[in-house]
């Protein structure tokens, strides 16, 4: 008995001591998203620290490459535990600091690494597991490593823009097909989301076309209506506790979704504008960050091997983010430039209450442990 304890507690040990080695790259990824959130509310005007006022070009790639480009990879090197994968998560990282460290001509080649590496360890799963939502996943990283390429070789963030949005929306599609095997959806349906990934991905293949961006629009549209109809969040919702919490995030983001679709295939995706400010953010923030929002409590402790126990104030930082982009888009359509600024503070505010209610969740998970 005393042998298999011993055992048991060096497994323990070692499995914290890889967690604890996995932090770093999310320390690198979080100090990208609050540097990017900086430089977004520089370019309307609030007082904010040199770092961000000097990133203030880099906000879309800081936020899309430099965060979400390091947790994703993360996530997938975890998943698949091949140390190889490892290296995504870090050129995504030192992507980030070559951009915020006088060598920003470095970063898109160094991102470019990032998302090859990715598509590499997605293409090693679908090796393995040949399924539907592994070739969505695996797609979504192709975005991400096609969208990068081409702004390294010279193309401006708002041409890449619509490859990094599927990259982003194709992930998270990917990752709730897998779930809906719990409710697998008929024939017809699956068809369906097939054909709604292909419309998307032939509106980006052809974006120099007319009707490529409506076409873009209607297929984030369509994805949105079909993720509401088969998502399983339909059923959980009626639960308690973290599992209507992440049922909750996931259909608030799916509204998001629908209606950034909307606004694109009305107004198109042109940059500048009331509409494409109001479509990009109900899409990052209301869609991808509620998404993210919802699933944190599973990722992170996955990753780290902390205890995040659930509390109700995980709900704050959401009300907070869902009323910040309602604000937004109101804003754009009133061309309320003012209402503008403070909607994007209150996303700030949300994103840095996620953080807190994150990092309080673990420190009470530790508390128990302890008590325990």
Do not use: K
């Amino acid at each position: 008995m005393g042998a298999a304890l011993s055992a048991a507690a060096a497994g323990t040990a070692a499995a914290r001591r890889v967690a604890w080695q996995r932090l770093p790259f999310l320390v690198f990824g979080f100090v990208a998203l609050v540097v990017g959130v900086g430089a977004g509310l520089a370019r309307l005007g609030w007082a904010v620290p040199a770092p961000a006022v000097d990133a203030a070009a880099l906000h879309g790639p800081l936020m899309v490459c430099g965060f979400f480009g390091v947790v994703i990879s993360l996530e997938r090197a975890v998943a698949i535990g091949r140390p190889w994968a490892y290296a995504a998560p870090l050129l995504a990282a030192l992507g980030s600091a070559a951009a915020l460290h006088g060598a920003a001509p470095a970063a898109p080649w160094l991102y470019l690494g990032a998302g090859v590496l990715l598509l590499a360890a997605s293409a090693d799963v679908l090796r393995r597991q040949s399924e539907g939502f592994n070739v969505v996943i695996a797609l979504a990283a192709g975005c991400w490593a096609w969208g990068t390429a081409a702004w390294a070789l010279g193309t401006p963030v708002h041409g890449v823009l619509g490859w990094w949005l599927a990259f982003l929306v194709l992930t998270i599609a990917g990752e709730r097909l897998e779930l809906s095997r719990f409710m697998p959806p008929s024939v017809a349906a699956t068809r369906l989301f097939a054909a709604v990934v292909l419309l998307l991905l032939a509106a980006l293949a052809a974006w120099r076309w007319p009707l490529a961006q409506q076409a873009l629009g209607a297929a984030l549209l369509g994805l949105a209506a079909w993720l509401l109809r088969h998502d399983i969040a339909r059923r959980t919702v009626r639960q308690r506790g973290l599992t209507r919490y992440i049922a909750v995030c996931l259909l608030a983001g799916y509204f998001w979704l629908g209606l950034g679709g909307a606004v694109i295939l009305v107004a198109g995706l042109g940059p500048g504008g009331a509409a494409y400010d109001a479509a990009l953010h109900a899409l990052l923030l209301g869609f991808v960050f509620s998404m993210v929002f919802g699933h944190a409590p599973i990722i992170f402790p996955a990753v780290l091997r902390v205890a995040m126990p659930y509390h109700a104030a995980f709900y704050a930082p959401l009300v907070l983010l869902h009323a910040s982009v309602a604000l937004r888009a109101g804003a754009a359509a009133a061309g309320a430039f003012e209402a503008r600024r403070w909607a994007a503070m209150l996303s700030a505010l949300a994103l840095l209450a996620f953080i807190a209610t994150m990092a309080s969740a673990v420190a009470r998970g530790r508390s128990a442990r302890r008590a325990g």
